[in-house]
Every structure is written in C-alpha cells, then in structure tokens.
C-alpha cells in the first residue's frame, strides 16, 4: 500500500498530462467531421443543408466501396461576404482525407456554381469560417456515378451562328441526377444572344435542387451571368462569342426541363461595310440597315460563286476564302492581289432589265511586304466609296521529333543532348496554294530577346552552320535541322529567329527560287512579303537534372518521414507501459532489499 501511496502522484500526473491532450485534441477536431457513406450501400446520393458556426474547422469524408467517381454540387453558399479566401473557404479534396489532391477552393467571392469530381469512390470537403458572428449556409448535394456512362443528348459543343437545344427528354420530363454542359461558340467578334422559351424546373428561391447556371465565357469558371429555376422564361446576352449552359438535377420532382435557342449579335457598330484581310480569307460585313435602302435582308447577295452564301445575323457576313468561291488572284511587282464581287442575284433568270438600285461591292485584298492592304469598292449608281483595311500573313515555328516533321515537340522549355539533331519547320497558315516559304536567315542567341551574342545558322539563303542542312523549297514550309550546341560563358538556354520570304511559287525569278546567293546578288530579285520568326528556349538536359533532382529528392524525403500528429492512444499505451516499468522496478527493489535485510552480516560470537 505504501508502494501504491508512493506512485499515486505520478499517476496522477500521467492521467491529466493524458486528459490535456485529449481536450487539445478534441479543440482541433472540430465535431462536425464525419464520415458519409461508408457501409450504406444503399446511398447512392445525399443532400445536406449545413450550418456552421463562427471559427469552425469541419472535414467530410465521402466514400463508397465500389466502382465509382462522386459529383459534388455546392449549388447555394451563404458565407462571410467580408471575409477572405484564406480565413474562410471551402476546400475539395480527392481522396480519403485533407492529404488528397486539391480539387479546388471555394470561398464567398467565387462567382460560379462550384461542382467538383473525383477520380475513385472516396473525396473529401473541409470548411473553414473565421470569427465573424454571421449566419452560415452551405447547401451541398452528391451523388455516385459511372464516369464511362453518360445520358443521351446531354450537353455538347454548338458552333453555328444560330441554333437550338433543349433539356434531355423534352418536353416530358428531365432525367434525375443528370449533369449536362453546352458549350457555345461563334465566330470572333460576335455576341451570343440566348433566349429560352420555355423552363420548368422545381421551384426553389435559391435554386437549390434542380437549375440552370449560364457563363458569361467558354468554361465554368468564366463568371456566371444567371442561376434560374422554376417556370420563368428569361434572356442572357454574352460579352464575347462564347457561353456556357449547364443543367444540374436531383434525384427528386422531374418536370419538362426547358427548351432554349440562340442567335449571334456583331458586337461592332457597321454603318454600311466592313472588310478585313487574313492569311486564308477575306472577311465582309455589311450593315442591314445600309441594305434596307435597296430592299434586301441579304438573302439575295451572293458572289462570283452563287453557290457560297453569307451568314446572316444582325449583319450579313461573307467569309472569302483566297481560293476559292471566284477569288481572282493576281501577281504584280511587289504584291499579290485577291478580289471577288458581291452583287444581288436576279429575281428570276429571265429578268432583262430593273429600275431598281443596283449595289455592287468589289472587295479587294491586297498583300504587299509586311502588311496586307485591303480595299473594298462600293458602287451604287455613280457613288463610290473606298475602306482600306490591315493585315498580315500568319506564320508559325516548330520543333520536330524526325525530318518526316510529322509530329510536334510541344515540350517548353524543350531539354536536348549536345549534338542532337534538332528539326525545325517554319509555316506560313494560307488557303493560297501558290506560295511558298524561303528561310532567309536564321540566327541563334542566348537570350529571348536575341541579343548578342548571336551564331548564324543560315544566312541569306545559305548554311553557315557545318552541322545545318536546309530542306529543298515545300510550299507552305521552310525547314531546316542542325545539331544541338551551347553558348560559352552564357547559360545554357538556345533562342531561334527566321527571318522568312513568302513568294509567288509560278515566279522563277523570285528570290524564293535563287536559294542560296551571296549579298551582293541579293538585290536584284524580289519576293513578296517578309517577316519574324522566334522559337525557344532549347536547353541542355543536364540543367533539367541539376535543378530539377534536388527538388525531387526532397519531396521523396518529405513522403519518407511525414510529420504526423501524436495520437492519444499512443500516449495513453505508452504511459501504462512507464507505469508498469516503474511498479516492476519498484517491487525488483523491494525484493532486494528484503533479502538484504535477511542476509545481513552478524557479528561472530565468540567461542
């Protein structure tokens, strides 16, 4: 008893040491994480309205042992509208725990319909408020899917100048938990104008359970114009010449769903016409108020080609291609014209004479140097008038894995040996087929903005490089290879510039066609337009190794030896294991003194 006296105390000490961190742990694990799903096989989907309190840190855990992805909807957050992103959010993980992969963050300023997917059966959402004394509400909705099985006519891509689509099934009733996203994409410098006629959806004021979510872009997370529900038949207009609509259901009160169309609006202001010049078309808008003056919406322009028809919108388009549609193309010195008519048709083919104003619009695309000229002719009785408009050939550089430049090196920065033999293509993006691309002069540098010091590989016309070999003249393409190399005393990063002549491929006399001159010769031939092409950086693989394997290496160290938290069971079992060390100790002690005690030495009596 004594014994059990002695050791009380640090009893006593060992059970709150063990008490203050249970209550400590207890204070970071909020009460509010809990695990959903499990072992109910039975739920396959949930809805729950959450309302959370000031300074929570709650973690959800969903799982599901099966063979499925889950679909997270956070359709209505009611949080700190004051407070930051990183005091107060929601965070979506993939996974068993806050460990995961972070799918994504959600706080009050996000201006979208959060919906987040998993890539097994298991994910993971925590919430965290500050200390605000507002109200908090967090409607989440989930449910588990087959990745590979999706409903018929459930979303897609639309991309004509006008069109239509409606809910799946319609008009009898939506599926349940269907998820679908059209995407919609018109031509550049269009608006989209969507109207619905007609949506049914269950009523809800926050559209909670079954809606509609509209993005002002190409994507959900462009910014969301509208979230509608219930029976209202409501109009969106878009910024730029994409939208996105999205339908989310429940697995509860299926109605018809909606119907909805669409139509393109020209963001620019035409009074009467408008013509741009590209690589491979030109490109006509004319006003329809200006054609009222001649009793037309449009649909009696047409060009050399009647069978190339315009686009009508609240404009009337012609998309020229250079060649095709009647373009004539016509080579002068210096340049290269395109031009083609557009003309009203006649009512019928025997129509001889009219009293009406006839319009005729010459539309001409002139390329010339480093810009291209564009010149429309309007005649209209004895009136004339002139628009110019600018432009330039597209042109692109490429690296290549073979000399087939068959398959695209996307990788940026692009690592090589010293040596490798490096393939580079420079194109020119045109519908004319009778251009063709020279490489006048390439040069290297070890900076992006070529600075000294610079190597040339090829210069006017030929290689000065030992390792360079430039391809024959291929239409649309100037190539070349050579092998890979460094700068001295400079790092280790390889910059590319062409300088590029486009000719007229019938015309022998080109400088295209000389190929390889001295400078001297140069001027006397000529070529049709010129310009920049930059590519880069090239670098060295063993940078890519120097810098890149100390950061991996500890990252693997960081896996290896993870910073966990001292769990109270641990505690608990090694404090009983000192307690038992110290009682056994104590009774070993004891013994030996006892029997110190009884073998203690006496003093030898005298015989």
């Known amino acids: 008893m004594e ?11 060992i059970l709150s040491c063990l008490a203050e961190l249970t209550m400590a742990e207890a204070e970071g694990n909020s009460s509010c994480s809990v ?26 855990t969903i799982e599901r ?35 995961g992969p972070l799918l994504g963050q959600v706080c009050s300023k996000n201006d979208y319909v959060p919906v987040f997917e998993s890539s097994a059966s298991t994910l993971t959402f925590q919430i965290v408020t500050d200390s605000a004394r507002i109200q908090r509400t967090v409607f989440v909705f989930y449910y588990f899917f087959s990745p590979n099985t ?30 679908c996203v059209w995407h919609i994409q018109v031509e550049k410098g269009y608006k989209i104008k969507l109207n619905f006629k007609e949506i049914f959806l269950e009523i809800d004021k926050q559209c909670k359970f079954d809606f ?40 509860a009160n299926s109605y018809r769903g909606f119907s909805a169309s669409y139509t393109s609006i020209y963001a620019e202001n035409i009074n009467t016409t408008s013509l741009t010049c ?35 919108s609240n404009v009337v388009e012609f998309s020229i291609p250079l060649n095709g549609c009647g373009t004539i193309r016509k080579v002068e010195d210096q340049s290269i014209t395109y031009t083609n008519i557009i003309t009203f048709s006649a009512s019928s083919p025997s129509e001889v004479i009219t009293r009406q104003k006839q319009l005729q619009i010459i539309v001409k695309c002139e ?19 002139n628009q110019n408009a600018l432009g330039k050939y597209n042109t692109s550089m490429a690296l290549f894995e073979s000399d087939s430049f068959e398959k695209t090196i996307l990788e940026s920065p692009y690592y090589v040996d010293l040596n490798q033999t490096l393939f580079v293509q420079v194109s020119v993006h045109t519908s004319d087929p009778n251009l063709v691309v020279f490489l006048d002069t390439c040069r290297a540098s070890p900076t992006s903005d070529l600075a000294s010091p610079t190597y040339d590989l090829i210069k006017s016309g030929c290689s000065r490089d030992e390792t360079c070999k430039v391809y024959p003249l291929f239409g649309h393409y100037g190539r070349f290879q050579f092998n890979a190399f460094k700068f001295l005393r400079s790092l280790s990063s390889v910059y590319l510039q062409c300088k590029v002549l486009i000719c007229d491929s019938s015309d022998h006399q080109s400088r295209c066609s000389q190929g ?80 110190r005690a009884y073998y203690k030495y006496q003093k030898l009596q005298n015989y």
């Open 278 to 312: 590209s690589s491979d078309r030109m490109r006509v808008i004319i006003s329809k108020s200006y054609l009222e003056a001649f009793n037309s919406n449009g649909n009696t322009l047409q060009l050399k080609d009647p069978t190339c028809r315009p686009k009508l």
């Open 150 to 179: 999706s409903i018929l006519n459930c979303g897609g891509h639309l991309d004509t100048l006008e069109g239509s689509f409606t809910s799946p099934n319609y008009p009898n009733p939506h599926p349940e938990l269907a998820y």
């Open 367 to 385: 390329m010339e140097h480093n810009s291209t000229l564009g010149l429309i002719y309007i005649t209209e009785d004895d009136v004339i008038q």
């Open 35 to 60: 695990t959903l799903g499990g072992a109910n096989m039975a739920e396959t989907h949930k809805a729950m309205i959450l309302q959370l309190n000031p300074s929570e840190n709650c973690t959800w």
């Open 516 to 595: 390889c001159v001295s400078r001297s010769k140069r001027d006397i031939s000529s070529y049709k337009w010129k310009t920049d092409s930059i590519i880069g950086p090239i670098r060295l693989k063993r940078d890519r190794s120097a810098s890149g394997n100390s950061g991996f290496q500890h990252e693997t160290h960081a896996e290896e030896t993870p910073n966990q938290p001292f769990n109270s069971l641990h505690l608990f079992s090694f404090m009983v294991l000192v307690l038992n060390v110290v009682i056994v100790a104590t009774i070993t002690v004891r013994h030996f003194v006892n029997q």
């Open 65 to 99: 042992p099966e063979n499925k992805s889950i679909r997270i909807i956070f359709s209505y957050i009611q949080l700190d509208p004051d407070g930051s992103c990183e005091s107060e959010n929601i965070k979506v993980f993939d996974g068993t725990s806050s460990n």
């Open 212 to 251: 509609l979510a509209i993005y002002d872009g190409p994507s959900t997370n462009s910014g969301l114009i509208g979230q509608v529900c219930g029976h209202v038949t409501p109009t969106f207009e878009s910024s730029s010449n994409s939208l996105t609509v999205v339908l989310s259901t429940d697995y």
């Open 3 to 13: 014994l059990v006296k002695r050791l009380m105390p640090l009893i006593l000490l």
